[in-house]
């Protein structure tokens, strides 16, 4: 390609011919269909009033969690999904080798606190 010089303008590049139009009676306007209404989502069970849920990740997925002095155990390894009374909740996680980790956690009525925890390993 040659830069042209200044107030010289380029020739209009060749066109392709146009498209003809489709033989009479061979084609119809696209029709959209009515829509459909949406599914409705399926009704959730009905909370217990006074509850609250604790979502609880943890690692490793082998750590032991106590919630309120009572060991948890969980199918879905190291996510626990506990419903406790509104309120106070000391959740502790341990696991040999690793340090403990403590806190306290204010559950409020209907609330779910999402709890993420990863444990360090202990230094020799």
């Given at each position: 390609?040659?830069?042209?010089?200044?107030?010289?303008t380029?020739?209009?590049p060749e066109?392709?011919?146009?498209?003809?139009?489709?033989?009479?009676?061979?084609?119809?306007?696209?029709?959209?269909?009515?829509?459909?209404?949406?599914?409705?989502?399926?009704?959730?069970?009905a909370?217990?009033?006074?509850?609250?849920?604790?979502?609880?990740?943890?690692?490793?997925?082998?750590?032991?969690?106590?919630?309120?002095?009572?060991?948890?155990?969980?199918?879905?390894?190291?996510?626990f999904?506990?419903?406790?009374?509104?309120?106070k909740?000391?959740?502790?996680v341990?696991?040999?080798?690793?340090?403990?980790?403590?806190?306290?956690?204010?559950v409020?009525?209907?609330?779910?606190v999402?709890?993420?925890?990863?444990?360090?390993?202990?230094?020799?």
């Amino acid at each position: 390609m040659e830069r042209l010089p200044a107030g010289v303008t380029s020739e209009l590049p060749e066109l392709a011919p146009a498209v003809p139009a489709p033989p009479a009676g061979s084609y119809r306007t696209p029709v959209t269909p009515p829509r459909k209404p949406l599914p409705q989502p399926a009704a959730r069970p009905a909370e217990a009033v006074g509850f609250g849920t604790l979502d609880i990740f943890v690692q490793p997925t082998s750590a032991d969690v106590t919630i309120d002095g009572q060991r948890w155990v969980s199918s879905d390894e190291g996510h626990f999904m506990v419903q406790v009374p509104a309120g106070k909740h000391r959740i502790e996680v341990k696991k040999s080798g690793y340090r403990q980790f403590t806190t306290e956690i204010d559950v409020g009525d209907g609330q779910t606190v999402p709890l993420n925890v990863s444990l360090m390993t202990t230094s020799s």
